[in-house]
């Protein structure tokens, strides 16, 4: 059981979590227009708006960014295919 899952998140982590996402979407369009490998760094912290130490701040490498980009992804198809198969499972 997990006894702070009642508790909302600091400023600090909202933050955090806000610029983590910036820097991620902001990577993702830019993948998809040019391909993770010739997406370069700096061009994902123009994007987001952020410099490059910020970027390292959150993610190592371009790959850790990518791996979390795979990751969130997994994570969303796995949510889907669950809530089908439930509803398959309804419906039988």
């Given at each position: 059981?997990?006894?702070?899952?009642?508790?909302?998140?600091?400023?600090?982590?909202?933050?955090?979590?806000?610029?983590?996402e910036k820097?991620?979407?902001a990577a993702?369009?830019?993948?998809?227009?040019?391909?993770?490998?010739?997406?370069?760094?700096?061009?994902?912290?123009?994007?987001?708006?952020?410099?490059?130490?910020?970027?390292?701040?959150?993610?190592?490498?371009?790959?850790?960014?990518?791996?979390?980009?795979?990751?969130?992804?997994?994570?969303?198809?796995?949510?889907?295919?669950?809530?089908?198969?439930?509803?398959?499972?309804?419906?039988?």
């Amino acid at each position: 059981m997990d006894i702070h899952k009642d508790i909302p998140p600091s400023r600090r982590d909202r933050k955090k979590k806000e610029m983590e996402e910036k820097i991620l979407q902001a990577a993702l369009a830019l993948f998809r227009i040019q391909g993770l490998e010739s997406t370069t760094v700096d061009e994902i912290t123009e994007k987001a708006d952020v410099g490059r130490g910020t970027f390292f701040n959150y993610f190592p490498t371009k790959d850790d960014l990518f791996l979390r980009i795979s990751e969130r992804v997994v994570a969303e198809m796995a949510s889907f295919l669950e809530k089908q198969w439930r509803r398959m499972s309804d419906t039988y």
